[in-house]
């Protein structure tokens, strides 16, 4: 109710002062308990209880200032970043576009964080709280050594973070998806795994990979032979996309990644694509175009055992958490599910 009255104001700013109003909102909220593991939505993924299968997807939370406020609002995980080794501004702006018309976002942010040590100082102050918070790796634009970049922050990261997802996705940061050819792929997680291990040699956190949803067969292929062989914990499918399908927005000629609604039958096909791929073996996050309980339910029911959204927000506010948890208890029930692993993959 709060958001729609404020709907108005927030839309009359441009789109980034809008995401950073928000941020600064929700410090200002009064610290709630996160949701808790063992209710109908509970749902174990990577040897991690989550108390449901909803989340924040990273980008909405870059530097770690907010993880509390959002799992206080009924999200069962929240991931923040993408953080880099070290601070940097990203692309110029403008550089987030709403796409009103088409429920839908475009953005060429480029990696933009306040770099490691700040996020660092954030989440070892949290140290200790209830709450699945992950965190986002990326490698800063100018670095002349990206797979040591991704190596840097596992080590630094891995001791405060429910699990590490490597962003080698993002359609933003010039060469990036390259790391998503396997030859760079196996030796990029290679490069994780050992410094996550080095840093945390017992329990050590395990380890997600974000892959982009403009992929061709054989990319599928070879991811999810790589994911299996290294033992990941999941795949997150997926990132943005830089494919345009039919919109309406004066922005739609904007470049960087779409996300929102018209994402959503990509990001869809491309989960079914990676179940086909992988079988049983890894566990799916299943993000991209997500704004409804039925859209959530869907994406489990073909193959997520998790799923996030974050431009659904945008439109909805952050309640639109709480609203899809409620609503895929009704669904699993109505459909006869006793719990979420039952219904994953099940279309």
Request: glycine share 10%; with cysteine.
């Amino acid at each position: 109710m709060l958001f729609r009255l404020i709907k108005p104001a927030l839309f009359a700013l441009d789109s980034e002062t809008g995401h950073r109003l928000a941020i600064r909102s929700l410090t200002a909220l009064p610290r709630r308990a996160p949701a808790v593991a063992g209710g109908p939505l509970s749902v174990e993924v990577a040897g991690l209880t989550f108390p449901n299968p909803v989340g924040v997807a990273a980008g909405f939370d870059k530097d770690a200032e907010v993880p509390d406020a959002l799992l206080g609002l009924g999200f069962g995980f929240t991931e923040v970043g993408s953080i880099t080794p070290l601070p940097q501004a990203g692309n110029p702006k403008p550089r987030l576009f709403r796409l009103v018309e088409d429920q839908a976002v475009i953005n060429r942010m480029g990696f933009n964080n306040g770099g490691a040590e700040a996020a660092l100082t954030r989440l070892r102050a949290r140290a200790g709280r209830p709450g699945i918070v992950a965190v986002n790796i990326g490698a800063n634009k100018d670095s002349a050594d990206r797979i040591a970049d991704y190596a840097v922050m596992a080590r630094l990261m891995a001791p405060f973070a429910s699990y590490l997802c490597v962003n080698v996705s993002s359609p933003n940061t010039p060469g990036l998806r390259a790391l998503q050819d396997e030859g760079a792929l196996s030796a990029l997680i290679d490069a994780v795994i050992a410094a996550r291990d080095e840093a945390v040699p017992s329990a050590p956190p395990p380890i997600f990979l974000k892959v982009a949803p403009d992929l061709e067969p054989a990319d599928i292929d070879a991811i999810a032979r790589i994911a299996i062989d290294k033992r990941l914990g999941a795949l997150v499918v997926s990132n943005t996309t830089i494919s345009r399908p039919a919109l309406r927005s004066h922005h739609a000629g904007e470049t960087g990644g779409l996300s929102g609604a018209p994402l959503r039958r990509l990001a869809t096909q491309r989960l079914r694509d990676f179940r086909k791929a992988t079988g049983t073996a890894i566990p799916l996050v299943g993000v991209g175009g997500i704004a409804t309980a039925e859209h959530a339910w869907e994406r489990i029911r073909a193959g997520a055992s998790l799923v996030q959204l974050y431009s659904a927000m945008v439109y909805e506010g952050p309640g639109l958490g709480a609203q899809i948890v409620r609503g895929l208890e009704r669904l699993m029930r109505r459909d006869g599910f006793a719990s979420i692993a039952e219904a994953v993959g099940s279309e």
